[in-house]
Nanobody, 116 residues
Framework: VQLVESGGGLVQPGGSLRLSCAVS????????MYWYRQAPGKERELVAS?????????NYGDFVKGRFTISRDNAKNTVYLEMNNLIPEDTAVYYC?????????WGQGTQVTVSS
């Protein structure tokens, strides 16, 4: 199973980014998918999760406050994280994750930097 994130970059405060995570080697539609982030000197934290199948159920970290949206496209084996109204505190490496049976899979991460 491989997870490959993309879409990170440098953005000004108040800007937007859309992260993508392409998954291969699994039956994607059956996977619950997660986005995490880790800022320098801080622990990795959950940003958002989305249920398997049609992705009816989503969950967000308290700090998101309506600014981010997680979604999935099962036809493309991809999960997205749309991030709006970015603030400097959102600067971190963003990772996607899935758990299949007892195995825990992570992508390599994509850097998001929010700075003027």
């Amino acid at each position: 199973v491989q997870l490959v994130e993309s879409g990170g970059g440098l953005v000004q405060p108040g800007g937007s980014l859309r992260l993508s995570c392409a998954v291969s080697g699994s039956i994607f539609s059956t996977n619950v998918m997660y986005w995490y982030r880790q800022a320098p000197g801080k622990e990795r934290e959950l940003v958002a999760s989305i249920s398997s199948g049609s992705g009816t159920f989503t969950n967000y970290g308290d700090f998101v406050k309506g600014r981010f949206t997680i979604s999935r496209d099962n036809a493309k084996n991809t999960v997205y994280l749309e991030m709006n109204n970015l603030i400097p505190e959102d600067t971190a490496v963003y990772y996607c994750r899935t758990i299949i049976y007892q195995y825990d899979y992570w992508g390599q991460g994509t850097q998001v930097t929010v700075s003027s």
